[in-house]
């Protein structure tokens, strides 16, 4: 599902109408006409209820006089309240509120703030509120004259359902900030793609439930490569989940391989190994350090294990270079990190494993870590693609900055890694950020807190190793076709963690918990319609 900024929503828009002849003034009738549907299904009995309609002097005022209009032919009663003199209003605006002037909705102006708050503080309260006062061309915050109407607004809602047209009022559509007073609305309808303003915290908590309506646009314009930012949905997750050929083998599905563990830490790779099975691996091969070889051999019957020289700390040495190296050729992808330590020797294996393999790399935890403060030696002698999944704390460590400033600018550091160093990032989080050499950005939709416990970046490595080795053994050969699997192994990895949240709850959701419901998350997505 695209999210696109105001910028590129007003370049749609005229495209739209320039290229493909389609009136704006039409736009503004299915946008409105859309709100209509969607306030119908939202709230039954709408012809019973009380229904104000907040305009301003905009596009966004005219959508709210398409949707009285709309209303009124259906029964309902609305009444306008346009917080402007209609002299201000232009173009399609106006023909919109002389449309519903003609129709005779009723329409209260108010030219002067202070008219209008005097009306709110006497009018009785309203069962439905509909925010149609400004859109996504809002560039400054709110100021002291429409506070009032906000709280008014706000207030309203402990008794009426408040719906917002495109955006609530009082957002910037570019922002995830709260920039002053906005409306806090319980269900928002936007128009042909979603804004950040409704997809990132905290202004997102403002929009309620967002539902997305086409009112004309071709698909065809919102495919634009320079639109590069998308949530991630079933459906657009769903291309990595073909149906499986009746004559394919466990060698159609991929050979993982896997260098994870350490003395102490042999359940990360047991998880890792585990996820990429449920994922659909066809073959996964543990690779580990001698002194796991009694805890761990014929513990999960179809993981097979490779054991190979270790440090003093337990964790893999250099010395099986050759080793590994000599494994991995038969190998769909390779997962580096889980569980590893950062014994120097063992971060000089990782290093020249990135460098020498010929499959595609997913780095995780002390595999990235290999590379602290030098994200510039994380190249592949052979072009093989590369995919680091760090959480905050290891990008941080990565690029030798501050947690803090990881945070403030997610999308920005994860899609600049990738574009600067030529890699995939996987930057783990809320609403994980996927991004990809060219500078494509997805953003995961599932997921929940009480997957923040030790082990879940473990099987999220596991599942994308796995989705990575399909792409591989598919033929892959193009970016957009890894950052679509990549996109199945986060979205699904969320998936199960948000339905075993549902029945063991946030609070004792642990990361084993994630995997029994793997397969209900593929299900989940294969069926969906």
């Not at 006409?33 to 299904?41: G, I, P, Y």
């Not at 990032?425 to 995961?444: A, D, E, F, Y």
Request: glycine share 10%; proline share 7%.
């Amino acid at each position: 599902m695209k999210i696109l900024t105001a910028e590129q929503m007003n370049e749609v828009d005229r495209a739209t109408t320039d290229a493909y002849r389609v009136p704006s003034i039409l736009l503004m009738e299915n946008a409105g006409r859309s709100v209509a549907d969607c306030l119908e299904r939202a709230c039954p009995g709408l012809q019973r209820k009380r229904i104000y309609i907040l305009c301003g002097k905009g596009n966004n005022g005219g959508d709210g006089f398409v949707v009285s209009r709309y209303l009124s032919l259906r029964g309902c009663k609305p009444e306008v309240l346009l917080f402007a003199d209609p002299s201000q209003l232009r173009g399609d605006a106006l023909a919109n509120f002389e449309m519903a002037r003609a129709f005779k909705v009723p329409i209260r102006t108010f030219p002067g703030f202070r008219e209008g708050r005097a009306f709110l503080k006497k009018a009785a309260t309203p069962d439905v509120v509909i925010d149609a006062l400004f859109g996504t061309g809002l560039s400054k915050p709110l100021g002291r004259d429409f506070k009032p109407v906000i709280d008014w607004i706000n207030s309203a809602a402990e008794r009426a359902y408040i719906a917002s047209v495109d955006i609530p009022s009082g957002l910037f559509a570019n922002s995830g900030t709260l920039p002053g007073p906005a409306v806090h609305a319980d269900m928002t309808v936007t128009f042909t793609a979603l804004k950040p303003a409704l997809v990132f915290p905290p202004a997102s908590a403002c929009a309620g439930k967002v539902t997305v309506v086409s009112i004309g646009s071709p698909m065809a314009l919102l495919e634009n490569p320079e639109y590069q930012m998308e949530l991630l949905d079933r459906q657009s997750v769903r291309p990595a989940l073909p149906p499986r050929p009746r004559e394919s083998h466990k060698g159609s599905y991929g050979h993982l391989f896997i260098l994870a563990g350490s003395r102490g830490k042999s359940g990360a790779a047991l998880m890792t190994g585990l996820a990429a099975l449920r994922s659909g691996a066809g073959l996964v091969t543990l690779i580990l350090p001698q002194s796991l070889q009694r805890s761990i051999a014929g513990k999960i019957p179809e993981l097979m294990t490779e054991f190979i020289p270790e440090t003093p700390q337990g964790s893999p040495d250099i010395s099986a270079a050759v080793q590994v190296m000599a494994l991995v050729r038969g190998a769909d992808a390779l997962v580096l990190g889980p569980g590893l330590t950062t014994a120097e020797s063992t971060q000089a294996l990782v290093r020249d494993l990135v460098a020498r393999a010929r499959v595609p790399i997913v780095l995780d935890a002390d595999g990235i870590n290999a590379f602290a403060s030098h994200p510039e030696m994380i190249r592949n002698e052979n072009n093989s693609p590369i995919v680091i999944t760090p959480h905050p704390g290891e990008m941080a460590r990565l690029l030798g900055v501050s947690i803090s400033a990881v945070q403030k600018r997610r999308i920005e550091v994860a899609r600049e890694t990738s574009v600067k160093y030529s890699l995939c990032t996987i930057l783990k989080g809320h609403q994980t950020v996927i991004s990809s050499p060219s500078g494509q950005i997805l953003i995961n939709s599932t997921g929940n807190p009480g997957m923040a416990t030790g082990g879940s970046g473990d099987i999220l490595s596991g599942m994308v190793g796995c989705f990575a080795g399909k792409w591989a053994r598919r033929g892959g050969k193009d970016e957009h076709g890894l950052m679509t699997y990549l996109a199945a192994a986060v979205f699904l990895h969320g998936l199960a963690g948000d339905i075993a949240a549902q029945q063991k709850t946030e609070e004792s959701l642990i990361a084993t918990d994630l995997l029994p419901k793997i397969p209900d998350a593929f299900r989940q997505v294969v069926e969906a319609e």
